[in-house]
């Protein structure tokens, strides 16, 4: 099957599964239903007096905000774990492995350890500060990788960014011990949810996610490259350092500003990209639109079990990602030890 037909199929899938998303719930919307309501608010078409005022709201203000945010959550962070996997050539890596998500969880725990997530401050304190924090921590892994390794190995890059992920968890570990009144926020912001979520992390995660793919795809033809080896990369003319530094401050923009919104979701950054380049191969200006569109349609099918296996409750999204990427993370650990 070729490429083109492949990549429509998938596509095609994943608007079926935001459909499927947004009509599941408490109440089922049929998703005839869901197609009246949006072109009702997008061309002014009268709505059908068979669908009840109050599905308008549910679907256009509670969960087309949510499965898009899920979606834009997955594919932003599945684009970004192929990036990294060929930027340090290990299947294995993440943008989590930089101090991403311990750097947002340590800005997050600050915030409402001293009480300003519910101050009145605006909805965006929390992940602002989040966001600032994760920037600031892959900054720091990268200028001390620079310092102490002046062609910024992978191992000197993957060594330095689990020590200070170390310390920022630790760190959050005793500001959730010091303020049991908060322990249980921290925690469940740790694990990841997209309850409660408005339009308004939509539009701020929007722009960010298609810029950098845009970006990404730029330094296409060097992250083939690169997937060869750091030697043979260079030998290629390949400006390692800069084309490494550049990436990997966009992966942390991006990976930033979904985990500022959403919380720390893991495993979809490993996963995604290795079903990707089985399917569409090893080259990025591939596997990148393929990694978003399974990223997206991935998160939100996990998403929709989280609030449906045990209604009114929800499960926190990161805890289905674990139980299904944990299995996943041994199989590629034990396929590598056995290929070498």
């Known amino acids: 099957m070729e490429t083109g037909t492949k990549m429509g ?3 095609l899938a994943a608007l079926l599964t935001l459909l499927f998303g947004v009509g599941i719930g408490s109440v089922y919307v049929p ?11 997008l061309f002014g078409r009268s709505l059908p007096e068979h669908i009840p005022a109050n ?5 256009l203000d509670m969960r087309l905000p949510r499965v898009l945010l899920a979606f834009l959550t997955g594919a932003a962070l599945a684009v970004c774990g192929a990036v990294m996997q060929s930027l340090l050539q290990n299947p294995l890596a993440s943008p989590f492995g930089l101090g991403v998500s311990s750097g947002a969880g340590l800005g997050a725990a600050l915030v409402i350890v001293l009480g ?14 989040s966001l600032c924090f994760a920037l600031g921590t892959v900054f720091f892994v990268l200028l001390l990788a620079a310092k102490l390794d002046r062609r910024m190995s992978n191992v000197t890059v993957i060594l330095i960014g689990m020590v200070v992920s170390l310390f920022c968890n630790a760190v959050m570990s005793l500001l959730a011990t010091g303020s049991p009144a908060h322990a249980q926020r921290i925690q469940l912001w740790q694990l ?13 995660l929007f722009p960010v996610t298609v810029l950098a793919c845009l970006y990404f795809l730029r330094y296409a033809g060097e992250l083939d490259v690169m997937t060869f080896g750091e030697e043979q990369a260079s030998a290629m003319g390949v400006d390692l350092r800069r084309v490494r530094g ?4 966009a992966v942390a923009v991006l990976t930033g500003t979904a ?5 720390i979701i893991g ?36 998403d929709l079990a989280a609030r449906t296996f045990t209604p009114p409750h929800e499960i926190p999204i990161g805890s289905i990602t674990a139980l299904l990427g944990a299995p996943f993370f041994l199989y590629l650990f034990f396929a590598g030890r056995k290929d070498g």
């Open 259 to 263: 985990v500022a919104f959403v919380g």
């Open 246 to 249: 550049r990436l990997m401050a």
């Open 9 to 11: 199929i998938l596509l």
């Open 55 to 59: 599905f308008s709201v549910m679907v």
């Open 31 to 41: 998703s005839a239903d869901i197609l009246a309501i949006l072109a009702e608010r």
């Open 116 to 129: 300003l997530a519910s101050a009145g401050l605006g909805t965006f304190l929390l992940p602002a500060v």
């Open 267 to 302: 495993f979809v950054d490993l996963i995604v990209p290795h079903i990707a380049r089985r399917f569409f191969g090893a080259a990025h200006r591939r596997t990148i639109p393929a990694c978003a569109l399974l990223g997206g349609t991935f998160l939100v099918l996990c």
């Open 192 to 204: 990841g949810s997209f309850s409660m979520r408005e339009w308004s992390a939509v539009w701020a």
